[in-house]
C-alpha cells in the first residue's frame, strides 16, 4: 500500500472503499487450532447462555478470518439451519472456507445425531458450492468438540 494517497481527490464512495480494504487487510486472524475457535465463538455469544446458537467463522484462501457471524439462534435444545443462510454470506465475503460452530447450553459437547446429519449436509452443500467446511464445533462454557480433530471429518 502506497504510503501517500491523496484524499482530497477521492469520492466518498472511494474513500469508504479504501478505508474498508485497509481495515480488511490488517485485522484478519489465522486460526488453526479448535481451540481457538471455540474461544471466539464462545466470545461472540456470552456466557451463560440459555439457547443455542450456529456461528459461522468465514475464512480466505489462506485461512484468515474474514468474518463471524451468528447465522441461527435456536432453543434451549434445537437448532434449524439451513445451507442457504451459511453459504449466502460466504459467497458475498468471497470466502474460500469457513468453520461452522454451535454451543449446547446442556454442557454436554457430544454431538446429537441431529449435529451429525447436519454437518453432513452442510458438508455436502459445500462440496457443490466449493466452499469447503474444515471442521465443526461444538462449545460449551467451558469445554468443545472438534468433528476434525475427532475424525468425523
Known amino acids: 500500500m502506497s504510503s501517500s494517497v ?12 479504501f478505508l474498508e480494504e485497509l481495515h480488511c487487510c490488517e485485522k484478519k486472524e489465522r486460526v488453526s487450532v479448535s481451540k481457538e475457535v471455540a474461544s471466539i465463538f464462545h466470545s461472540k455469544i456470552g456466557f451463560k447462555c440459555k439457547q443455542e446458537h450456529f456461528l459461522v467463522m468465514y475464512l480466505d484462501g489462506g485461512n484468515k478470518v474474514i468474518e463471524t457471524r451468528i ?7 434445537r437448532l434449524m439451519v439451513h445451507p442457504r443462510e451459511v453459504f449466502a454470506p460466504a459467497f458475498e465475503m468471497r ?30 452443500a459445500g462440496e457443490i458450492l466449493g466452499i469447503e467446511i474444515l471442521d465443526h464445533v461444538i462449545f460449551t462454557d467451558t469445554n468443545h468438540y472438534s468433528f476434525q480433530g475427532n475424525g468425523k471429518f
Open 6 to 17: 491523496n484524499f482530497k481527490g477521492m469520492s466518498k464512495k472511494e474513500l469508504v472503499a
Open 71 to 77: 447465522v441461527f439462534m435456536g432453543t434451549v435444545n
Open 95 to 124: 470466502a474460500a472456507s469457513l468453520i461452522i460452530g454451535h454451543n449446547h447450553p446442556s454442557g454436554n459437547i457430544e454431538p446429537s445425531t441431529e449435529d451429525v446429519l447436519m454437518t453432513k449436509r452442510l458438508k455436502e
